[in-house]
């Protein structure tokens, strides 16, 4: 009897490794596609905002703070929003705001993968 039990314990315990070593290395697998994947859209968010940096240099707006965010909605759908903050805003027109702000939104179909918002503030 005793070595029945002995039997059963072994087979349940190869059992038990093969599950959790199974499932480890499908959770790794996952995990390695979900950083590369998430490494991806950073690299892209990152050269938007080196873009978007060089574009407002050529308008004169150097130095301008940058800040680029993002919101997730329930269907995991993307929103980002660039605030863009410069002194000299307030004393900008209004159609080399509206021109800069339609390269912003040229570039980001360019690099983001979901809507863009943006505000100006000085």
């Known amino acids: ?24 290395v499908r959770a790794y697998a996952n995990d390695k596609r979900g950083r590369e994947y998430r490494e991806a859209i950073a690299s892209k968010e990152n050269g938007y905002e080196r873009e978007i940096r060089e574009c407002l240099d050529e308008y004169g707006f150097k130095n301008a703070g940058i800040n680029l965010t993002k ?11 660039l605030s863009v903050n410069h002194h000299s805003f307030e004393y900008a027109s209004i159609d080399k705001m509206n021109e800069i ?5 040229e570039k980001a179909e360019e690099y983001l993968e979901g809507s863009l918002e943006t505000s100006f503030t000085f």
């Open 1 to 24: 009897m005793t070595h029945k039990i002995k039997v059963l314990f072994i087979v349940a315990s190869i059992i038990i490794v093969t599950l959790v070593l199974s499932i480890s």
């Open 71 to 81: 919101e997730y909605d329930e269907d995991r759908n993307v929103t980002y929003n």
């Open 101 to 105: 702000e339609d390269r912003m939104y």
